[in-house]
């Protein structure tokens, strides 16, 4: 089903005329040319020009085969584009003419152009020669009764002009392709149902578009709110080092300012059975620095001992054994080991 067109005008000289028939597809590839809407703007630009001063095109039964003569059967006014297709006026159609459409003779219709000025030469009403594309019948109304089928009508005459000026033309002749009536009943039924479906479809696209919306928004707050916790916490784990007794210079040196910029990330690290960001690694291991420099066991003094090393990393004098043994002692009680353990690890390694 199609456009439904407006009823047809009985003109006081006795011919007949009809409004806004669609003659020619857009947006489609015929012969290896694109016809774009661009294109059908330029003939609505070529058309108007050419009949400014009072010509029209005319209205032939069947096309012009290779330059043959044959009386104009109407003309072609008001050429239009219509999104995707162009629409013309069929004026001072003869009555015998007129009739013979009634009665479904002439169902069809081919526009002859120029390609290449995308002017409109003519328009001819095909019978047992259909169109050279198979598209959907289009009707006009007549009367209150029956509704007269046309096809949609494309190219039948090709005229081709080279860099040498000369102008040649192809003729497509395509299959039959019979009539179809609809009711006026039926039509309107079609019309209702593609309606609908148009509808339905802007309801759903705007659905879809509002939950996106809603989404991205979401997204968005989600986002805001990680930022601003991830503030937060770096916020008290600064303050947390203030509380452990670090000195703001330290706090505020380069190489914690990026270790608790390197810590701040959302990355989770499992501590035994723990969970564990960043921060809270790094707050643990500056609040064993912390304790271990209130205890005094953070470094060993100096001048405790010195010299060589042990396995324990610690400096030992080879010559101090009453340093040596006085330091095992104290290893093997904070650690919970034996004397000898601790007296073996601090004396001297050979060579």
Same mark, same amino acid.
């Given at each position: 089903?199609?456009?439904?067109?407006?009823? &047809?005008?009985?003109? @006081?000289?006795?011919?007949?005329?009809?409004?806004?028939?669609?003659?020619?597809?857009?947006?489609?590839?015929?012969?290896?040319?694109?016809?774009?809407?661009?294109?059908?703007?330029? +003939?609505?630009?070529?058309?108007? $020009?050419?009949?400014?001063?009072?010509?029209?095109?005319?209205?032939?039964?069947?096309?012009?085969?290779?330059?043959?003569?044959?009386? #104009?059967?109407?003309?072609?006014?008001?050429?239009?584009?219509?999104?995707?297709?162009?629409?013309?006026?069929?004026?001072?159609?003869? !009555?015998?003419?007129?009739?013979?459409?009634?009665?479904?003779?002439?169902?069809?219709? &081919?526009?002859?152009?120029?390609q290449s000025s995308a002017?409109?030469? !003519?328009?001819?009403?095909?019978?047992?020669?259909?169109?050279?594309?198979?598209?959907?019948?289009?009707?006009?109304?007549?009367?209150?009764?029956?509704?007269?089928?046309?096809s949609q009508s494309e190219?039948?005459?090709?005229?081709?002009?080279?860099?040498?000026?000369?102008?040649? %033309?192809?003729?497509?002749?395509?299959?039959?392709?019979?009539?179809?009536?609809?009711?006026?009943?039926? =039509?309107?039924?079609?019309?209702?149902?593609?309606?609908?479906?148009?509808?339905?479809?802007?309801?759903?696209?705007?659905?879809?578009?509002?939950?996106?919306?809603?989404?991205?928004?979401?997204?968005?707050? =989600?986002?805001?709110?990680?930022?601003?916790?991830?503030?937060?916490?770096?916020?008290?784990?600064?303050?947390?080092?203030?509380?452990?007794?670090?000195?703001?210079?330290?706090?505020?040196?380069?190489?914690?300012?990026? #270790?608790?910029?390197? =810590?701040?990330?959302?990355?989770?690290?499992?501590?035994g059975e723990t969970d564990?960001?960043?921060?809270?690694?790094?707050? @643990?291991?500056?609040?064993?620095? #912390?304790?271990?420099?209130?205890?005094?066991?953070?470094?060993?003094?100096?001048?405790?001992?010195?010299?060589?090393? &042990?396995?324990?990393?610690?400096?030992?004098? +080879?010559? $101090?054994?009453?340093?040596?043994?006085?330091?095992?002692?104290?290893?093997? +009680? %904070?650690?919970?080991?034996?004397?000898?353990?601790?007296?073996?690890?601090?004396?001297?390694?050979?060579?």
């Amino acid at each position: 089903m199609g456009i439904q067109y407006p009823t &047809s005008q009985d003109e @006081a000289d006795g011919t007949h005329s009809i409004t806004g028939v669609p003659i020619f597809k857009l947006d489609e590839e015929k012969r290896g040319f694109y016809y774009g809407q661009d294109w059908g703007d330029r +003939a609505v630009a070529a058309f108007d $020009d050419i009949t400014k001063d009072g010509y029209l095109p005319p209205l032939i039964r069947g096309h012009n085969w290779y330059g043959e003569e044959r009386p #104009a059967e109407g003309f072609i006014q008001n050429l239009k584009r219509d999104e995707s297709t162009l629409t013309a006026d069929f004026v001072k159609i003869p !009555a015998d003419l007129f009739a013979e459409m009634e009665d479904r003779k002439w169902p069809y219709r &081919s526009v002859e152009i120029d390609q290449s000025s995308a002017e409109l030469m !003519a328009v001819a009403l095909l019978g047992s020669n259909a169109p050279y594309d198979k598209l959907p019948l289009l009707a006009f109304k007549q009367g209150e009764g029956e509704t007269l089928i046309f096809s949609q009508s494309e190219v039948g005459v090709w005229h081709n002009t080279d860099d040498k000026g000369i102008t040649t %033309e192809e003729i497509n002749v395509a299959e039959n392709i019979t009539p179809e009536v609809v009711t006026p009943e039926q =039509f309107a039924a079609q019309t209702a149902i593609i309606e609908t479906m148009r509808t339905d479809l802007t309801t759903a696209n705007t659905a879809i578009a509002e939950e996106k919306a809603r989404a991205d928004k979401a997204e968005q707050k =989600f986002d805001a709110g990680n930022t601003e916790i991830r503030g937060l916490q770096v916020t008290a784990f600064g303050n947390t080092m203030k509380s452990l007794g670090f000195s703001p210079a330290f706090i505020e040196s380069t190489e914690v300012v990026g #270790a608790t910029a390197l =810590f701040g990330s959302e990355t989770v690290v499992k501590f035994g059975e723990t969970d564990h960001t960043g921060l809270d690694g790094a707050t @643990a291991f500056f609040s064993a620095i #912390a304790k271990a420099a209130t205890d005094g066991t953070l470094m060993v003094p100096k001048g405790e001992v010195s010299g060589g090393t &042990s396995d324990t990393g610690l400096p030992v004098d +080879a010559d $101090d054994e009453e340093a040596r043994v006085a330091q095992a002692n104290k290893f093997a +009680a %904070e650690k919970g080991t034996s004397f000898s353990v601790e007296y073996k690890q601090l004396l001297p390694k050979e060579g």
